[in-house]
């Protein structure tokens, strides 16, 4: 079985990935992780030893391959997860050792060929098309190959699911083909969560699910409230996730792992969503998907945004309900 997982930064798609490869394996087939991003500076680094730690355990045996996926040999039977293809376009674009403006060709015959030799291929993507924003010259031909390969994946292969803050949306397939193993339903609150993109109608729809004529709104950028009790409809959470990364001394490298006992921020804002359950559990949460479109190239950024998707995940992992918006329309996605 062959699949094509999507996200934004920060959505939950790399953990859904590898525990879809995992669930297809055959038992004592070979698992293989083939790892697309060169540690060339210490944030690649990061991104490195965090994926590593996610996956630990799981039995993958990693193949670091940044260019030229025709090249790869598969053992027989394998399972194959291959992140991510958004590392891969760049490197076949504008490395020395990759094909330039022939990028989308040569991603699209190597991935037939890995398809072709493994028993179930998953492939992760980045959603960098999310901002509205059209780019000069080789970084919208970047968008273009990256856009033209994901397609083409997506037309081939029986399932393409897109990750919204940890919460599987199937646009082909559906859960039956992933074979995930079903878990315990953790305990949930009261709590709604409600996400889209930008000026989509989400605070109209919060108000209505607050179920109060009148709700009480805090607005996000404001900081954290000093009783959440008085608090019905939260907006624009992510700048709360901003405000409290700069309050506790900068962004963080990562929501949880071990990091997070040496890094002020992720302590923050895992305090902070504790707290929003604890004192309000029928707090209706307004988010925004804002790890979608290019890495900015602004580090403080980059880990802001990435630092946003992954606390939004934990709040919807927790939450009752979680709604999308677009144009106005609502659209439940759990509960």
Known sequence: MNGLILGGSGSGKSAFAENLAVSLARKGAPLLYIATMAADDSESRRRIARHRRLRAGKGFFTL???TRLEEVQLPAGATVLLECLSNLAANEMFSPEGRGKQAAQAMEEGLARLAG???NLIVVSNDVFGDGTCYPGETEE???????VNQALADRFPLTVELVHGI?????????????EKTEKKETLSMKLVTGGAY???LAAARMLAGKPEPRIWEGAQGEPADWGQVDVLDHFPE????????????????????AKENPGTQALEALAERMVRENPSLVVVTREIGC???PMDAEERLWREQAGRVSCL??????EVYRVCCGQIQKIKG
């Not at 996730?241 to 990091?259: I, K, M």
């Open 64 to 66: 670091e391959k940044y």
């Open 315 to 320: 709040l919807a992992e927790q939450a009752a």
């Open 142 to 148: 970047y968008r273009q190959a990256l856009a033209k």
């Open 117 to 119: 030799q493994a028993e």
């Open 200 to 202: 989509q109608g989400k």
């Open 293 to 295: 479109g290019l890495v």
């Open 168 to 180: 599987p949306v199937y646009w082909k397939g559906g859960p039956e083909l992933a074979c995930l």
């Open 240 to 259: 709360l996730v901003r405000r409290t990364l700069q309050e506790a001394g900068g962004p963080a490298s990562g929501a949880g792992g071990p990091e």
